[in-house]
């Protein structure tokens, strides 16, 4: 049997050159701890958030940061969860959210949602109204400008904060969806990431995106409109230019799904991707006894860790 040990090294045991695995990244999530497992076919390693349980008398459970991080592993490594021993950990659970492009590193992970992908290897998809409203666009000079993060100025970083932090407030999203100047500031610091800004004729941002580089994709990582140009629907110039951006350099771009399977953001994404991907998470209970305890008398409806839903 395999063993599992958790190191309290800020993920650094993890981290590599990919984005969504960078120390950049890392830093900004908060990431605490690296889970290593040995197996005869070789380690694998994926960064965690350490978090003391609510209520659980100093027991501690532990979840991927945001996105796709997964494991370092080598290639085409899949190891089964029930031959490994989690124990030393001393965690109850851990949540692990799969890199997309390759198979899982741990064997029999859940289908946790369906991404749309533009892939430049087969035919581009788009819709007529799309294209017309792109078209507009041009014509009232509305233009779509790209920075490497590197390169990325004040007025550039605060034009896309104000975009997607107004975007939040729109959709009613989670506290956890509304990050500060410095979390972005220390996405931006890595060279993988790139602000894609939609100027309004006016110059002011009407619509951004911080798009990432990862595992041989290109990422629609976060993004937003601003109110005041809704109606123009700036994003889908935006979306456009990055499709071509996959196209050119030979990559998938990743647009992630929807909030909830059919709403109206994943139809967005539908009319510009031609494939759809499933995104894969692995649920593992460590310590089964204290799991058992915690969860007494909830009712998850497949939240997990169950002790954990609302």
């Avoid at 100093?58 to 989690?86: H, N, Q, V």
Wanted: proline letters at 6%.
């Amino acid at each position: 049997m395999s063993t599992a040990e958790l190191l309290a090294d800020g993920g650094a045991a993890a981290a590599t050159e990919e984005f969504f695995r960078s120390p950049e990244f890392l830093r900004a999530e908060g990431a605490t701890h690296t889970l290593r497992i040995e197996a005869e076919a070789g380690a694998i390693a994926a960064p965690l958030v350490v978090r003391e349980i609510p209520e659980g008398g100093g027991l501690r459970d532990a979840i991927s940061p945001y996105g796709y991080p997964g494991f370092d592993s080598p290639p085409g490594i899949s190891l089964d969860p029930e031959a490994i021993d989690f124990g030393s950990t001393g965690l109850v659970t851990a949540f692990i959210r799969h890199r997309l492009g390759s198979p899982s590193a741990l064997a029999g992970a859940s289908e946790r949602n369906v991404v749309q992908i533009a892939d430049p290897e087969l035919e581009r998809k788009s819709r007529a109204s799309d294209r017309q409203q792109i078209r507009r666009n041009e014509r009232e000079g509305y233009r779509v400008e790209i920075v490497p993060g590197l390169e990325a100025g004040e007025a550039e970083r605060a034009g896309f904060l104000q975009a997607y932090t107004q975007t939040m407030e729109r959709t009613g999203a989670a506290e956890r969806y509304f990050y500060g100047a410095d979390y972005f500031d220390a996405l931006l610091s890595s060279p993988r990431t790139a602000l894609y800004l939609v100027r309004a004729p006016d110059g002011a941002v009407a619509a951004g995106s911080l798009v990432v580089e990862s595992d041989g994709m290109l990422h629609y990582y976060l993004s937003g409109t601003a109110t005041p140009h809704l109606r123009d629907s700036p994003m889908k110039s935006l979306v456009s230019r990055l499709v071509d951006a996959g196209e050119e350099q030979g990559k998938p771009v990743n647009f992630g799904g929807g909030i909830a399977p059919g709403d109206a953001l994943e139809e967005f994404k539908r009319g510009f991707a031609n494939r759809q991907e499933a995104w894969r998470t692995s649920e593992i209970v460590c310590d089964p006894v204290a799991y058992s305890e915690l969860s007494a008398g909830r009712e998850a409806a497949g939240f997990f860790p169950a002790y954990r839903a609302e």
